[in-house]
């Protein structure tokens, strides 16, 4: 269960960091409350992980052999692919195409709500950016597969606790910590990551 809470830990906040979604917490904070935004992301990231471990636990069923040779694949695709974008970007602080989109949903969002905010309607709006801009994301799949093949409890912790770190880092000091954070280390080190993690799995398997 430690190894799991660990690995979902570690490859939950390293993902995070810097991913739409964190800036989409940035963004909303500097307008709105921040516990409020804090509590919004937080549920809906948490909402993610679980839906996502559930998935994990349902592909769980296949045979193990697949699950384990699946797990390992998906790891080193999503490390080497990670190392690629890594080489591809520049050394700048932060990817610029990633804050446009994040700036872009919050924007979009906001036309389609009231201007004068009730409390409700902020934590509405967290929730539903953070959860869409989550579906479908590297950290989802890594969490599916990550629960496919460990303690699902252990991943769950880990994944929510790593979750909750990136979004009180975004809400209380985003803005300030935004511009230095490096994209392309960021990256290279999730990269990494994948593929520790891919190894780890190879070797357990054996």
């Not at 739409?20 to 940035?26: D, H, N, R, S």
């Not at 597969?145 to 769950?156: D, K, Q, R, S």
Request: proline content about 2%; some cysteine.
């Amino acid at each position: 269960m430690l190894t799991a809470f660990t690995a979902g830990l570690l490859l939950i906040t390293v993902s995070e960091l810097g991913d739409k979604t964190f800036f989409i917490a940035v963004i909303l904070a500097m307008h709105h409350s921040r516990r409020l935004v804090f509590i919004g992301v937080t549920a809906a990231l948490a909402a993610m992980t679980i839906l996502s471990v559930l998935l994990g636990q349902t592909a769980a069923l296949l045979p193990k052999v697949y699950i384990h040779y699946a797990e390992i694949a998906l790891f080193f695709v999503f490390g080497i692919k990670l190392l690629y974008e890594a080489s591809k970007m520049s050394a700048s602080t932060c990817d610029t195409e990633v804050v446009e989109e994040a700036k872009a949903a919050v924007e979009q969002a906001d036309l389609q709500l009231p201007k004068r905010k009730t409390p409700l309607a902020i934590l509405i709006e967290a929730f539903v950016l953070t959860f869409m801009a989550e579906w479908g994301d590297r950290t989802q799949i890594a969490t599916i597969a990550l629960a496919a093949g460990n303690n699902p409890i252990g991943v769950t912790m880990g994944a929510i606790l790593g979750h909750a770190i990136c979004a009180a880092i975004a809400v209380i000091g985003g803005k300030m910590i935004a511009g230095r954070i490096s994209e392309r280390q960021l990256t290279f080190v999730g990269g990494c990551l994948f593929l520790i993690f891919g190894v780890v799995a190879a070797i357990e398997g054996a």
